[in-house]
């Protein structure tokens, strides 16, 4: 079955700097692309960003300067490095996967706030 598991969340004042991070399991985690979403209060979920298997980024354009997403392989977990964090970046993040011929998973989300 698989699971992810994002941490690394939290308070942060605008400016800030936070890494997010998600550990996956019941997959072959190399072979996969995984992403980053953000839902805000009041909005729909967003990608943020995104990592294929050979490691080709996509990141959101209202982000791309100031976001980055890695993975390692060997530790399967899936990074996203978050600089000069504003107010309006604050949401839940969630790590996502889907497998070939399956669903997407989801994780549980991890809270990201940022005061001004």
């Known amino acids: ?24 399991s019941g ?5 996969h692309t995984m992403k980053w979403y953000r839902q805000a209060p009041g909005k729909q979920r967003e990608l943020v960003a995104s990592i294929s298997s050979t490691g080709g980024t996509n990141v959101a354009d209202s982000v791309k300067s100031r976001f980055a997403i890695s993975r390692d392989n060997a530790k399967k977990t899936v990074d996203l490095q978050m600089n000069s964090l504003k107010p309006e970046d604050t949401a839940v993040y969630y790590c996502n996967v889907r ?13 990201v706030t940022v005061s001004s």
Do not use: K
């Open 1 to 24: 079955q698989v699971q992810l598991v994002e941490s690394g969340g939290g308070l942060v004042q605008a400016g800030g700097s936070l890494r997010l991070s998600c550990a996956a």
């Open 99 to 111: 497998p070939f011929g399956q669903n997407d998973y989801w994780g549980q989300g991890t809270q």
């Open 27 to 31: 997959l072959i985690f190399s072979m």
